[in-house]
């Protein structure tokens, strides 16, 4: 654990420097146990670090320090839960704006692209970037794409896309570089949901094909 | 009802309050006002809480018809502030009353102007806020002509003024107090060098987001970083070299570089500045910037006595 000053009211601990399904555990574990304290007045999470903001008029810099370091002594031994979410994707042509051009760079069929997508199993490393907005990884390498050269204007809302070795879903319409293969049916952000994402940190996700009746019926739009 | 009623929303005026401070493992952005300080001092001439909502008006260009009766005043940018076609002074309290008319030049120093009335607009909050997130939709969007902004009527027997002494002023170049944060040790010497020696000038991508600045590019040893929580005021060093500064508004988090996080009460004095502005940063250390924001908050988030 390394600590390191953020801004004025704010620090950030590192757990390693290398992006691992083991050092991401031990982020959520740390923002699990620290988000049950009241003390702290924002914490972010993200795949090797810990950003916490204090109330700089009560703590100096050096006791919140300590104060962290005594309250995640413990936090090693507990093994906390975590989610295994399933998740519906339709992955027509219409909405998987890239399949065929990742399968031409690729040399693969779009079949391959879209079974090679749904046979892993996703660990969500963060949520940010845009509200609801999941980070997961790793995908295939043989499906790994960098983002688009010219991002898009406009991508729809729930478009599942791939940049690098990673995956996510776009929260709402937006602009943006990832590239696209199908489109969920599913909100992402919500005030329905506990913390108003449908992900959480440390989630264990797997994408459902589903066909496009499934996916207009769920709500889907094309 | 009591309100404004929209005859101009100017170029882009948007409530805020104090932001939403909690939700970022959400991705939710904090928002809230850019400029605390003008905002603060117009809180204390309304005997508002520090807190209360307020509109943050970008530039000006806002005319307003009074419904009912009302205590406001206008805070921040120096700009022209008519009521009724006669001229009336920021930093001052007025009443107004059924069917006048207010009106917000265009500023002529510093970038936001802020009009507040007593006990605040009555507006739905959202996430615990009625701050406008313009990038994510949350909180409502920039008012526009047709709109009705709604308060409790209200009305004062005495008028309460900010001496001019005391009211912000926008010199420039603006220096930014910086305290070292992040990534400082990925950035040479010679880099630093660069950076704290050197004047740089606010570019037209400046927003409620941040302000991408121009002048002596700078360059970690590195490029990319893993993606990591932003702090407010974080100073972001992209491939291009040129620093942006990360607002209210900002990202929950980010991948780029960082030199370094410029003080919370120093960002107030950068949002209120325009393309061209000159901006010079200079480093300090940490209790001491802590007891500057320290001195902020104690002043401002006193409680009114009423």
Same mark, same amino acid.
């Given at each position: 654990?390394?600590?390191?000053?953020a801004s004025v009211d704010s620090l950030i601990i590192y757990f390693g420097d290398k992006i691992s399904q083991d050092i991401a555990k031990e982020v959520r574990g740390a923002f699990f146990a620290l988000k049950a304290k009241s003390f702290?007045?924002?914490?972010?999470?993200?795949?090797? $670090?810990?950003?916490?903001? *204090?109330?700089?008029?009560? *703590?100096?810099?050096?006791?919140?320090?300590?104060?962290?370091?005594?309250?995640?002594?413990?936090?090693?031994?507990?093994?906390?839960?975590?989610?295994?979410?399933?998740?519906p994707v339709y992955y027509g042509l219409e909405v998987g704006l890239?399949?065929?051009?990742?399968?031409?760079?690729?040399?693969? $069929?779009?079949?391959?692209?879209? $079974?090679?997508?749904?046979?892993?199993?996703?660990?969500? *490393?963060?949520i940010g970037f845009a509200p609801g907005f999941a980070y997961m990884g790793e995908v295939d390498s043989k499906i790994a794409t960098p983002r688009l050269a010219n991002p898009r204007a406009k991508i729809p809302?729930?478009?599942?896309?791939?940049?690098?070795?990673?995956?996510?879903? *776009?929260?709402?319409?937006?602009?943006?570089g990832w590239n696209i293969i199908g489109r969920t049916p599913i909100e992402m952000f919500s005030k329905d949901y506990e913390d108003f994402s449908y992900f959480k940190v440390g989630d264990r996700v797997k994408f459902e094909p589903i066909s496009k009746e499934s996916f207009i019926e769920l709500g889907g739009k094309i | 009802? /009591?309100?404004?009623?929209?005859?101009?929303?100017?170029?882009? /005026?948007?409530? =805020?309050?104090?932001?939403?401070?909690?939700?970022?493992?959400?991705?939710?952005?904090?928002?809230?006002?850019?400029?605390?300080? /003008?905002?603060?001092?117009? #809180?204390?001439?309304?005997e508002n809480d520090f807190g209360a909502n307020a509109l943050e008006i970008a530039f000006g260009g806002l005319k307003l018809r009074v419904k009912g009766e009302v205590v406001f005043a206008l805070s921040g940018a120096t700009v022209e502030i008519k009521l009724n076609n006669k001229p009336?002074?920021?930093?001052?309290?007025?009443?107004?009353?059924?069917?006048?008319?207010?009106?917000?030049?265009?500023?002529?120093?510093?970038?936001?102007?802020?009009?507040?009335?007593?006990?605040?607009?009555?507006?739905?909050?959202e996430f615990g806020s009625s701050s406008v997130s313009l990038k994510e939709g949350i909180g409502g969007r920039a008012i526009k002509r047709g709109d009705f902004l709604e308060f409790k009527p209200s009305r004062s027997s005495y008028s309460c003024y900010l001496k001019k002494e005391f009211q912000p002023k926008f010199e420039t170049p603006i220096e930014l107090r910086v305290v070292k944060a992040y990534q400082w040790d990925m950035f040479e010497d010679s880099q630093k060098e660069k950076f704290f020696n050197n004047t740089y000038e606010v570019t037209n991508q400046n927003d409620r987001m941040g302000y991408r600045l121009k002048g002596e590019k700078v360059f970690p040893l590195s490029g990319g970083i893993i993606s990591e929580g932003i702090a407010y005021g974080a100073i972001q060093i992209p491939p291009h070299g040129e620093p942006i500064i990360?607002?209210?508004?900002? =990202?929950?988090?980010?991948?780029?570089?960082?030199?370094? /996080?410029?003080?919370?009460?120093? #960002?107030?004095?950068l949002a209120q500045a325009k393309q061209g502005d000159k901006v010079k940063f200079r480093l300090v250390e940490l209790a001491e910037a802590q007891k500057s924001c320290k001195k902020f908050n104690n002043f401002f988030s006193q409680k009114v006595i009423r």
């Open positions: 654990m390394r600590f390191e000053v702290f007045l924002e914490l972010i999470p993200s795949y090797t $670090s810990l950003l916490v903001k *204090y109330d700089f008029v009560k *703590y100096s810099y050096d006791d919140m320090v300590e104060l962290i370091q005594k309250e995640l002594e413990c936090v090693n031994e507990v093994e906390i839960e975590s989610r295994e979410v399933k998740l890239d399949l065929k051009s990742m399968a031409e760079i690729k040399g693969l $069929s779009v079949e391959e692209i879209v $079974s090679l997508h749904v046979k892993k199993e996703y660990f969500v *490393y963060a809302k729930g478009s599942v896309g791939i940049a690098d070795a990673q995956t996510a879903i *776009y929260p709402k319409e937006s602009p943006g | 009802m /009591s309100g404004f009623e929209v005859l101009n929303g100017g170029v882009l /005026s948007t409530i =805020q309050d104090l932001g939403r401070v909690g939700l970022a493992h959400s991705g939710i952005s904090e928002a809230g006002v850019l400029d605390e300080l /003008s905002y603060g001092y117009l #809180c204390k001439l309304l009336i002074k920021m930093y001052k309290t007025y009443n107004a009353k059924d069917g006048d008319v207010l009106e917000v030049g265009f500023v002529t120093s510093g970038a936001r102007v802020y009009l507040g009335v007593k006990g605040g607009f009555e507006v739905e909050q990360l607002l209210k508004e900002r =990202q929950t988090i980010g991948g780029y570089a960082k030199i370094g /996080s410029v003080i919370r009460v120093d #960002c107030f004095k």
